[in-house]
């Protein structure tokens, strides 16, 4: 039987919760499971200090794997586009592309060659119809949106929670940084209750932190301690259980490789509204007034005033939360998995 290739950052045995390696691993599992078939990886995890075991594994990749996806990082794509692009002249694969993140039509505009290297895969699915039209403008020919997913069940209608007691739970469940806008979610919950003159929010944060943003992390514990708390990393498949107890979640990211998050499914599955920034494609995945509110990026004081709207309309955020459920169904795995089964023919 034929087998699959993979390569991607799987990063084996070590405690990643970032989403590129997260839905690495997934793809794996599900292809495995879905096709029956052996899933040959390539971990591209830390490459640069073992190239030539890298080297070995894709070799044996290219010999012994008709059907090969890729998802990799632009440091990845820089190192690997151009490998397969001309290795594949000799070895006629079939290369299926999973865009990680969302900054590839800015990548290809400093990297011009992506556009001919990412015209020879069979498809290069990406996680925004947005990204579609730019990428097309650009002289991409075969990119395709598609959802990104996660395997986990989500909560029953009878298990959602509507926390309405003081003070009000918010939490943000993302790498901890201050791209992802966790000083800007920290500094607004203080001012919420400033304004309120009372203690009326909390932040709860999940997630690892950065090693450029530990220092600055560790002063925002120390200064806003009566409104925020540090939870520490939780694994995907236990995040609907975390979640689920929350009133919103807020995402105030402004990345620069922002694209569908891994997070928001997580909520949807947990039946958890979102207060998002307008940042890259948070605009389509945050239906604002449905599934949460988003807000202008470029005037965070926007998030200040997104949460004191949610608090004092409880009731209108309860509502949200069947609605984030209904969400959820459109990123279960079986489904999107259908759409790449059909697309790779197995």
Request: proline share 4%; hydrophobic share 35%; charged share 25%.
């Amino acid at each position: 039987m034929e087998r699959i290739g993979i390569i991607g950052c799987v990063a084996e045995g070590k405690n990643l919760y970032d989403g590129q390696t997260v839905s690495t691993r997934l793809w794996k599992d599900e292809l495995g499971k879905k096709t029956g078939r052996k899933v040959y990886v390539v971990d591209t995890y830390q490459y640069r200090r073992h190239p030539f075991s890298v080297m070995i594994h894709w070799l044996v990749c290219m010999l012994f794997c008709s059907h090969i996806v890729i998802m990799l990082s632009v440091n990845g794509l820089r190192f690997f586009l151009p490998l397969l692009y001309y290795s594949n002249k000799l070895f006629k694969r079939s290369i299926y592309h999973r865009v990680i993140g969302g900054n590839l039509p800015e990548t290809v505009e400093r990297y011009p060659d992506f556009i001919k290297y990412m015209n020879s895969f069979e498809v290069n699915w990406v996680q925004s119809s947005v990204m579609v039209k730019k990428l097309t403008d650009k002289g991409l020919k075969n990119a395709e949106y598609l959802e990104n997913f996660r395997r986990i069940r989500p909560a029953a209608v009878s298990e959602i929670q509507k926390p309405h007691c003081k003070p009000f739970r918010f939490c943000t469940f993302c790498r901890v940084s201050e791209a992802k806008g966790i000083t800007i979610a920290v500094k607004a919950i203080e001012q919420v209750n400033k304004i309120r003159g009372e203690h009326i929010a909390v932040l709860h944060v999940y997630g690892p932190v950065e090693k450029e943003y530990q220092t600055e992390f560790e002063m925002l514990q120390t200064r806003y301690s009566d409104c925020m708390e540090y939870k520490g990393c939780v694994p995907s498949n236990e995040a609907v259980g975390v979640l689920k107890n929350y009133f919103m979640h807020l995402f105030p990211t402004t990345w620069e490789g922002e694209g569908f998050p891994g997070t928001l499914i997580d909520c949807y599955n947990a039946g958890l509204p979102t207060i998002a920034s307008s940042w890259a494609f948070n605009s389509e995945y945050v239906h604002n007034g449905k599934t949460g509110y988003v807000y202008d990026w470029k005037r965070p004081e926007g998030l200040t005033e997104s949460i004191l709207k949610a608090i004092e309309n409880s009731k209108d955020i309860d509502g949200m939360r069947a609605e984030c459920l209904e969400e959820a169904r459109k990123y279960h795995p079986d489904v999107i998995m259908e759409k790449i089964i059909r697309k790779m023919g197995l």
